[in-house]
């Protein structure tokens, strides 16, 4: 039986919301005393000026709303962020003096604008941005003076189709960037762009169906090499490739199953630290490029960096700093032995948290028989439990054994949970991955159905007392499996979701247009059908449950205005829907408005399940 829900101010699940976590840190790779953390000790995320030898943090970043994401220059100068307004990421990249200043704007002439990054050469140099806007994705770099002296920002690349990066090399000549200009679809080629003339240097591609990215550029002066990542056996394997002569190496690894990803290079430019990432588990390696030799590293088992292994690098060829969690310790970042993987310290600690309740590794088959991967934790006692079905956000992500301030909370009141990897789902294989691309919604919907009969099967669940939930693709899924398997759920909770893609195109920022007609397969207008059959507004008459939803009103990603028409319809069908908005992007970063939303969702599930209402 699930617990009387817990809303006094000291209880343990929102303990976890105020625990003070370490997000993200980066380096400055030539001048690795200085580092930036993102933390949310002040109440709401932001950006911190870190003095590596002593852990002291200042606050660089005053946003009310909070702010994610920066980047510091190599050489420790600035701190870079896109400086946009409530949480929308349109706005002007600027950057702030590591010791301290005002902010200054990059470019200043240009319109508001959308941007996938920004990167700044080894030696100072040289400054490239990607940005992107109603025609297209834009690759525009400047050069930079004396003591970081701004020059004049010129267009050096520019495509309509999705486009992401840059990542720039030690000396400034040359950008890496990843374009779909082949594929049309969410598979790139790798493209190394001479920033000087603005030609194409090389290109690696590796055919039809396949996509080459995350390319790191060799830390060694006059070293043009590159460690990429290539899906063309199927799963993602490393390799070397020079764009400037062409040649190429894969690495030796056929022993090590799975996907495996490069994270970065050691400072003498000897090993790479490379992450295999199979079943939504992640294991470390150093691999030695002298004699084409790998080491398992024995590291804590856990959930380690986020976006493809950002937070986790080498501090100097002995330490690896990395971003690591488990069910029971919120993010913080962790020194490792280079050499054997052995956790040595903690560098940035984050507050001590209550305890959660462990994940194990499940499995089921799905309609078609593929196998499914889940995370399941259960409460004390025997089931069957309410329970709590979570995906997340993405599609291109995956949930791992990580922390959850959220999942923790409902299994301190007495739900079991399972969290899905549904098809779309990354760490699984190249096939198992795209196999969405064009039909969003169909086998996604699929998989969390055999979830649920999964859960009923094994008699964790009662299958009448299963709530779907999620936020952003997750906050989607929630949608669509409330329309097109009614039958299912006890009711929804859908965070920060995507109520209409086409409407959704119109208004979305452009960075998102670009990956939004990268995996539909077009515009609305070339893909009518395809749009149709897989937004949630086509399926809204089926819902028969009740549903909740929290949604930012500054959002570009997933926007207001289709949800908006997706409530009026709701409330004229005379639903069981109640929608709360809250003044920010896609996501609140401010602990208290993360603790009000959960609160409603607690007050939600009680309210359905004809508990005692909730007092608070």
């Known amino acids: ?27 400055a790779k030539a001048n690795p005393e200085r580092g930036l953390a993102m933390t949310n000790q002040s109440g709401a995320m932001q950006l911190y ?172 002066d006059g070293d043009s090499r590159v460690a990429a990542v290539s899906t063309a056996t199927g799963v993602r394997r490393p390799f070397l490739w020079n764009p400037r002569t062409g040649d190429r190496s894969d690495l030796q690894l056929d022993t090590v199953p799975g996907d495996i990803e490069v994270v970065d290079w050691s400072p003498d430019g000897s090993h790479l630290l490379l992450c295999q990432f199979s079943q939504a588990v992640q294991q470390f390696y150093s691999y030695d490029l002298v004699d084409n030799s790998y080491t398992r590293l024995n590291h804590p088992l856990g959930t380690y960096g986020w976006f493809g292994g950002a937070g986790v690098y080498y501090a100097s060829n002995d330490e690896i700093f990395a971003l690591w969690a488990d069910a029971d310790h919120p993010s913080c970042t962790i020194a490792l032995d280079a050499q054997t993987g052995e956790m040595t310290r903690t560098v940035l600690s984050a507050g001590d948290a209550p305890g959660g309740r462990p994940w194990r590794s499940v499995a089921f088959p799905s309609s078609d028989g593929q196998m499914i991967q889940g995370w399941l934790a259960t409460p004390d006692g025997d089931g069957p439990f309410p329970t709590i079905l979570h995906t997340h956000g993405g599609p291109t992500a995956v949930q791992t054994a990580g922390y959850s301030a959220e999942l923790q909370m409902f299994l301190d009141h007495g739900f079991a949970v399972l969290s899905v990897n549904y098809r779309g789902s990354t760490t699984f294989g190249r096939a198992f991955q795209d196999q969405i691309q064009g039909d969003l919604g169909h086998w996604e919907v699929e998989d969390i159905a055999a979830g649920h009969q999964w859960l009923v099967d094994q008699g964790i669940a009662r299958p009448d007392q299963v709530f779907l939930t999620g936020w952003s693709y997750g906050g989607y899924m929630t949608l669509m499996g409330l329309g097109k398997r009614p039958d299912l759920w006890a009711g929804g909770m859908a965070g920060i979701a995507i109520a209409d893609w086409t409407i959704q195109y119109e208004d979305t920022a452009p960075t998102l247009r670009g990956y939004q007609v990268a995996i539909l397969g077009g515009t609305p207008q070339e893909k009518p059908d395809v749009y149709r059959a897989s937004s949630p507004v086509t399926y809204l008459e089926n819902v028969r449950a009740p549903l909740l939803v929290v949604q930012g009103s500054n959002d570009t990603r997933c926007p207001a205005r289709p949800m908006h028409m997706y409530a009026d319809r709701m409330r004229e069908l005379g639903r069981d829907f109640d929608i709360i908005w809250f003044e920010a992007g896609h996501g609140a970063l401010s602990i208290d408005d993360q603790i009000a939303h959960r609160e409603a969702m607690l007050k939600f599930v009680y309210r359905v399940l004809d508990q005692p209402s909730a007092q608070g």
């Open 49 to 220: 000026a870190w003095h590596v030898p002593t852990g002291e943090l200042r606050q660089v970043t005053f946003k009310p709303t909070g702010k994610g994401f920066g980047y510091i220059s190599p050489d420790g100068e600035y701190i870079y962020y896109l400086d946009d307004e409530a949480g929308n990421e349109i706005g002007h990249w600027v950057r702030v003096p590591w010791i301290g200043g005002d902010a200054q704007d990059v470019m200043p002439g240009l319109p508001p604008y959308a941007s996938t990054g920004l990167s700044v050469s080894r030696n100072g140099s040289r400054l490239a941005m990607l940005l992107a806007d109603q025609s297209g994705f834009h690759l525009t770099a400047m050069n930079l003076g004396a003591e970081g002296t701004l020059g004049q920002p010129r267009e050096v690349w520019a495509s309509r189709r999705l486009t992401s990066g840059p990542t720039l090399s030690p000396n400034g000549e040359l950008s890496l960037i990843h374009s779909s200009e082949r594929s049309g679809k969410t598979q790139f080629s790798l493209l190394a762009l001479d920033l000087n003339s603005g030609e194409v240097v090389g290109e690696m591609w590796d055919g039809p169906d396949t996509s080459v990215e995350a390319g790191r550029f060799s830390p060694l």
């Open 1 to 27: 039986m699930i617990k009387q829900p817990m809303l006094n101010e000291d209880a343990a699940w929102k303990q976890r919301f105020r625990t003070p976590v370490v997000a993200l840190t980066q380096l």
